[in-house]
């Protein structure tokens, strides 16, 4: 694991990976409404950011963009949860979000990146991404209604 913050600028706005300045408030309000984690219970979304390396863009401290990456900081990671709230959209914020996070020295390195969209995929060919070259290869256990029944 990095021992230093790692942090970037770009006019008004910060990314940091520093934990302590997560705001799972603020994450949590939006992944709640999102379309891949409608009704994510809050201690789900803590969870989650306490088992990831997870980056959040502020303007004047306020977060305002969020990434995760699901790790083991080696030879894999699992991109997840990103999002630009909407007023902060159209600046580029998600692409250099994603592209400034991937630079992070735990991230450097490894031998698969993997991400799922629905809707984005200019975004992300734009720092790298590709479709599965072997999608074949690849198996998945989804449950999209999760979050909406009792624990």
Known sequence: MSAA???????????SDD?????IDAIHAFLSGAYWSVGIPRERVARALANSLAFAVYHRGATVGFARFV????????????????????HGLATWLVGTALT???????RRVLLATRD???????VGFAPLARPE???????PD??????
């Not at 913050?5 to 990314?15: I, K, M, P, S, V």
């Not at 992070?104 to 490894?110: K, N, Q």
């Not at 290869?137 to 449950?143: A, P």
């Open 19 to 23: 934990v302590a300045r997560l705001d």
């Open 71 to 90: 790790t083991d900081r080696a030879t894999f990671a699992y991109l997840a949860d990103v999002f630009v709230l909407p007023e902060h959209r159209g």
């Open 104 to 110: 992070h020295p735990d991230l450097m390195g490894l």
């Open 5 to 15: 913050a790692f942090a970037a600028t770009r006019g008004d706005y910060e990314l």
């Open 120 to 126: 984005m995929h200019a975004l992300y060919a734009g």
């Open 137 to 143: 290869r690849f198996m998945e256990i989804h449950d």
């Open 146 to 151: 999760v979050y909406q029944r009792p624990a």
